[in-house]
């Protein structure tokens, strides 16, 4: 397996711009989540989902931000308007139920607003 | 709400050096433990796992224990080698819930 697939790695945007992050989990993982990494708050849940549903999307800072798994090999991430504070390491990361696997990461997309 | 601490957050140790890096929890009641491996502009990759009925897990030159009462876990990482600079996490959940993370120690091993 190729492992969990992130695009872009990198992401240059101007404020106001509408930015969509995109992830392909590892093959038959039920469970998929977005994290936000910075310096200053380390590594943060945005949202994750279960079988293609939203479980709990609390760590969503604001509206501006939405994400979607229309099926199991697919799920995106988007920001709309972008602001510079939204500037991070966005990483997507997949596993097989809560029991004893391991969560499995993608190489994450750096992402930068002017 | 869970919350994971690790200290130091940095640290800088000669190559051959055995070090031990800290994680602490402030919710005991955690289903798993997991030590996690971050190297610069890459993901995390998943070292050591350890659930809450173990007390440790070895790999390698690694090894990682667990105190659930105390709310503590270590990682002791045996002969350092420069290849072992990287950022470490510690990350733990409880039931069916998602990992909750420390901010990491930064390890540099010098040659």
């Known amino acids: 397996d190729a492992g969990v697939i992130q695009s872009p790695r990198h992401e240059v945007t101007e404020m106001g711009q509408e930015v969509t992050l995109r992830c392909k989990p590892i093959?038959?993982?039920?469970?998929l989540f977005w994290y936000r990494q910075t310096m200053m708050r380390g590594l943060e849940l945005l949202i994750y989902f279960n079988n293609n549903v939203p479980i709990d999307d609390s760590g969503m800072p604001e509206d501006r931000f939405s994400a979607k798994m229309p099926n199991a090999s697919f799920s995106t991430l988007k920001i709309q308007p972008s602001e510079p504070r939204d500037s991070a390491v966005y990483f997507c990361?997949?596993?097989?139920?809560?029991?004893?696997?391991?969560?499995?990461f993608g190489p994450g997309t750096r992402l930068t607003v002017l | 709400k869970q919350e994971v601490t690790q200290i130091p957050a940095a640290l800088s140790v000669p190559e051959g050096e055995n070090l031990v890096l800290n994680c602490s929890f402030t919710d005991s009641a955690i289903y798993n433990l997991q030590w996690f491996r971050q190297d610069p502009g890459k993901g995390l990759t998943s070292l050591l796992l350890i659930q809450s009925s173990q007390r440790e897990q070895t790999s390698g030159r690694l090894n990682a224990s667990l105190d659930k009462s105390s709310g503590r876990s270590t990682l002791y990482i045996a002969a350092s080698q420069p290849g072992d600079s990287a950022t470490y996490l510690c990350a733990v959940n409880k039931g069916n819930t998602p990992l909750v993370f420390g901010k990491g120690t930064r390890l540099s091993v010098i040659a």
């Open positions: 093959s038959g993982h039920d469970y």
């Open positions: 990361a997949s596993r097989l139920g809560f029991s004893t696997d391991t969560q499995y």
